[in-house]
């Protein structure tokens, strides 16, 4: 699941900062752990940020996160029809969180839930949007 896309320009402790403050304002609970890759940056905004939470940095165990963003990094390198960074956050942000509604957790279904809850997600999202359907 993504939790959030941020562009930034910069990546030192004063961006990762940003990042956190913005990941913990939607969050109801306090998370017990944070797994980050390398970047030295994220070990110091934690530290200021989330002094009590265990951070583990790692490139194995953040592969879901980096994963996630696959997409994201492709758009980002190519900058494919993003005229600013801004555009690019004003897209990013709609998208994740349309896109976790899309892709269910396959791994954790069956195939006929999975095309259950596919169903569910086009049948909510037709709704929502008042979408009829060509015939």
Same mark, same amino acid.
């Given at each position: 699941? @993504? #939790?959030?896309? =941020? @562009?930034?320009?910069?990546?030192?402790?004063? +961006? +990762?900062k940003r990042f956190f403050?913005? =990941? =913990? @304002?939607? #969050?109801?609970?306090? *998370?017990r752990r944070i797994v980050t890759d390398g970047l030295r940056s994220y070990g110091a905004a934690q530290r200021e940020v989330l002094p009590d939470v265990r951070h583990w940095? /790692?490139?194995? =165990?953040?592969?879901?996160?980096?994963? /996630?963003?696959? *997409?994201t990094r492709r758009r980002e390198r190519q900058m494919q029809r993003f005229k600013s960074p801004g555009q690019a956050q004003? $897209? #990013? /942000?709609a998208h994740a969180m349309i896109y976790g509604h $899309?892709?269910?957790?396959?791994?954790?279904?069956? +195939?006929? %839930?999975?095309?259950? /809850?596919r169903g569910k997600a086009f049948r909510i999202?037709? %709704?929502?949007?008042?979408?009829?359907?060509? +015939?």
């Open positions: 699941m @993504v #939790l959030d896309i =941020l @562009v930034q320009e910069r990546r030192n402790a004063t +961006a +990762a403050r913005r =990941l =913990l @304002v939607g #969050l109801k609970y306090k *998370p940095t /790692s490139r194995y =165990l953040n592969n879901h996160a980096e994963n /996630s963003h696959r *997409p004003r $897209f #990013l /942000s $899309f892709r269910p957790r396959r791994h954790l279904m069956t +195939a006929d %839930q999975y095309r259950r /809850s999202w037709r %709704q929502e949007t008042c979408a009829q359907i060509a +015939a």
